[in-house]
């Protein structure tokens, strides 16, 4: 367990102990990704993966990368792009293709651009399929040969990232169990055995597999026919079961998953294609994300160095949808009450009833080179639980599931108050049990996130401002479910717990000079006098004092603050600022998503605007307009888009989601089941959009409800008509 009183690790030692390091930059639009839960696979614009040194392209499942080269080749050279996308619904990366100039086996020339290839690649219940269509526009008949080169390292996730090992297990030889199979292969040092399965169709003609490893075809192409070749590849472990299906058949099982799943999303249509287009391409980045669990829906983090259960991020990827999407909040709560820790394990920072930060799969993992196989090492998930819980039953009413969580609430509760308080000055605070845990435990978990002005880092334990503002509606949530559960002396008490720790909070971390509440308290109680966007956070759980909450408004749209895009994590002003850094002076759409939901709640709704005209612009810039888990914080420049950081996770979770959050907090909506009530507090609209159809809201009780809010030419005042909505349901508008 870590020494209170330690100093803190110099910076050297910190930042090469989980650091992304991989040079390869990720944010390019020439990289293309494909993405189903365990299994995600990044190309290039070719369809090809090219092992490249110290790059991130590869076929991966559950965190470690099996295939590191694919390649197609015509005659021992690469075709010719001609084009490359990422279908709409995000199920198919489509790649147009045409032949250099060769000479066929007769020494025949075939001119460039004879030969037109199609390329249709896509992930299925963790297996990759990959259909080549090949027609000859040539006047003569063409026989050349193709060949799909294959190769897998079998690299952890870590190891991809830039983690050195002292050992590695064994490659194992190719090898073809059938005439149509070959198989690549790893014995690792966690006694696993790995295999990445490529099985061809069995009538593909002229077949033959090659070393090291290759499979080869003779391709007779008359004018004019068209020739298919399929092949997908299974990752598996200890395991040669071949469990894959045809291309076609394996196409048309994921599309009608994603039209199930499309037709159970409202449907949110706006005046303006663009913000429509980038409503669905993040609708569909969030069903890409989301896995399917024995606890039902939970969406991962982000491709593709979080593409697993995180409990922060899912957490707040349900927040952001809970008022369109109450079922995946019930879920995630579901799953990590099913994950909750049950005992102490200073390994792990698991302590009873902490709720869980990341759940890791690999070989890094199993030989504990790294903590994170079930890691607790966060300061934030526990309250966040509860005030989902709290959230979820004001948005349901759904007391069911409320009565299977009670005793995790509890337990919840009890680690808040005694392990997240462990001073019992009122306060959560953090510090790392385990020396190789994270040092920084809250959503800005790099090692240099928390600093004083002077940018000395500060000491754990350290209590975080946004993290005081969970706690407060964690206290609120459990005591509404308290008098559910008709346990008023509990709910009293955590009432009372509220009211403390506003007043407290409101006392100690509020300055008046930053016009802004303080970064944190460092292990000596001292404040952390630095203007960041976790003071903007603070707004979105309610703890903050009305006349504060309006002096910080103002704040956080100043230059300093508010990049044009977005709000930075950390003012131009501090000392650590550095707009390309991870998070002292970058832009994360999640942060300003949860900022403006915190400006509605005081009825800043200007700003809110503000902030929700920022991102949708970005958004225009960005290849599929798919925000990334962050940006740069550079000012934003007339006539240019904003400046990528170069490993941002995309897509991420909680960045594709942000948008939701942000039209809920224009319209400023809040769904109240228990009193079958909706509430639209000073609804809003952009100067861009004419009006907003949401069509087939759920409420409760299998009930739904659709409605257009829209502006009055004439003066920008905004309206709302009903276009169905149940009888019994109380509408109450207040402008």
């Known amino acids: 367990m870590a020494d209170r009183d330690q100093k803190p690790l110099q910076e050297q030692e910190v930042v090469s102990k989980y650091a992304i390091l991989a040079v390869s930059t990720y944010a390019d639009d020439r990289v293309k990704v494909l993405n189903r839960t365990d299994t995600f696979g990044i190309f290039d614009r070719w369809g090809d993966i090219l092992p490249l040194t110290d790059g991130i ?39 147009d293709l045409t032949n250099q100039e060769l000479h066929d086996e007769d020494g025949n020339r075939i001119p460039k651009g004879s030969i037109h290839i199609r390329r249709s690649q896509f992930i299925r219940n963790g297996i990759f399929y990959e259909k080549l269509e090949l027609v000859n526009y040539h006047h003569r008949t063409c026989r050349l040969i193709g060949m799909l080169s294959f190769s897998g390292d079998f690299r ?14 064994k490659m194992l030889e190719p090898f073809s169990p059938q005439p149509h199979q070959l198989v690549l292969g790893y014995e690792g040092l966690d006694h696993i055995n790995r295999y990445a399965i490529i099985d061809f169709e069995k009538n593909t003609p002229h077949l033959r597999l090659s070393d090291p490893a290759a499979a080869v075809f003779e391709l007779w192409l008359p004018p004019q026919q068209l020739q298919v070749i399929e092949y997908n590849i299974s990752f598996r472990e200890d395991s040669l079961q071949k469990i894959g299906t045809n291309h076609g058949d394996a196409l048309k099982h994921l599309q009608l998953q994603l039209q199930e799943v499309r037709e159970s999303f409202p449907e949110i249509f706006t005046s303006n294609e663009q913000f429509n287009n980038w409503v669905n391409r993040s609708k569909t980045d969030l ?72 759940m890791r799969h690999g070989e890094m993992v199993n030989l504990h080179e790294v903590p994170f196989q079930h890691y607790y090492g966060t300061i934030d998930a526990t309250p966040l639980f509860v005030m989902l819980a709290g959230a979820y039953f004001d948005r349901t009413a759904d007391e069911q599931a409320m009565q299977k969580l009670w005793p995790h609430l509890q337990l919840a509760m009890a680690w808040i108050e005694h392990y997240g308080d462990r001073d019992g000055d009122g306060f959560l605070e953090y510090f790392s049990q385990n020396e190789h845990g994270l040092s920084n435990q809250g959503w800005k978990d790099s090692f240099d996130a928390i600093m004083h002005a ?101 704040r956080l749209l100043q230059p300093d603050m508010f990049s044009g895009w ?90 594709v989601a942000a948008v939701f959050l942000l039209i809920q907090s224009m319209l400023h909506i809040e769904i109240h089941a228990p009193a079958k009530r909706l509430y639209f507090h000073k609804p809003v609209l952009p100067e861009y959009l004419n009006d907003v159809r949401i069509q087939h809201l759920p409420l ?30 109380e509408v109450i508008i207040v402008q």
């Not at 559950?62 to 279908?87: E, F």
Request: neutral net charge.
């Open 287 to 358: 069903v890409s994300l989301t896995a399917i669990t024995p606890h039902g829906k939970y969406p991962y983090a982000g491709v593709p160095w979080y593409n697993t259960a995180f409990g922060r991020d899912g957490l707040i990827t349900a927040y952001e949808t809970l008022w369109l999407l109450p079922a995946l909040s019930r879920d995630v709560l579901f799953f990590l009450a099913a994950h909750q820790a049950k005992a102490f394990d200073a390994a792990a920072e698991a302590e009873p009833g902490k709720i869980l930060h990341e």
């Open 156 to 169: 952890d996730i870590f190891e991809v990232r830039g983690m050195k090992r002292k050992a590695r297990g």
């Open 454 to 554: 002077d940018g000395q880092l500060a000491r754990a334990p350290i209590a975080l401002c946004e993290v005081q503002g969970y706690a407060y509606a964690a206290y609120q949530a459990a005591a509404r479910i308290a008098h559910l559960m008709r346990e008023q002396q509990l709910a009293a008490h955590w009432e009372n717990k509220a009211i403390l720790l506003k007043k407290q909070f409101n006392e100690r971390f509020w300055d008046e000079e930053l016009q802004a509440y303080v970064l944190a308290l460092d292990a000596d109680k001292q404040p952390c006098r630095v203007m960041s966007s976790n003071a903007g956070q603070v707004l979105f759980t309610g703890i903050a004092d009305p006349e504060k909450a309006a002096v910080l408004a103002r």
């Open 57 to 95: 392209h590869g076929l991966y499942h559950r965190d470690t990368r099996y295939v590191h080269h694919l390649q197609l080749q015509l005659n021992d050279t690469r075709p010719l792009l001609l084009s490359s996308t990422v279908r709409e619904e995000n199920e198919c990366l489509s790649v």
């Open 566 to 655: 977005g709000i930075r994590t950390l003012s131009t002003r501090e000392a650590r600022y550095n707009p390309m850094s991870y998070h002292n002076g970058s832009v994360w759409p999640h942060d300003v998503a949860l900022i403006a939901r915190g400006l509605a709640r005081y009825g800043h709704q200007q700003q809110v605007l503000a902030l929700l005209t920022g991102l949708f612009d970005a958004s225009l810039f960005i290849e599929l307009q798919r925000l990334p888990e962050l940006f740069c914080g550079f000012e934003r420049r007339k006539g240019e888009g904003p400046t990528a950081y170069p490993v941002a996770c995309s897509p991420q979770a909680w960045s």
């Open 700 to 729: 409760c009780d299998q009930q739904w409800c659709s409605f257009t809010v829209y502006r009055y030419q004439a003066n920008d005042a905004v309206g709302i008509q009903f276009l169905e909505k149940p009888e019994d349901w």
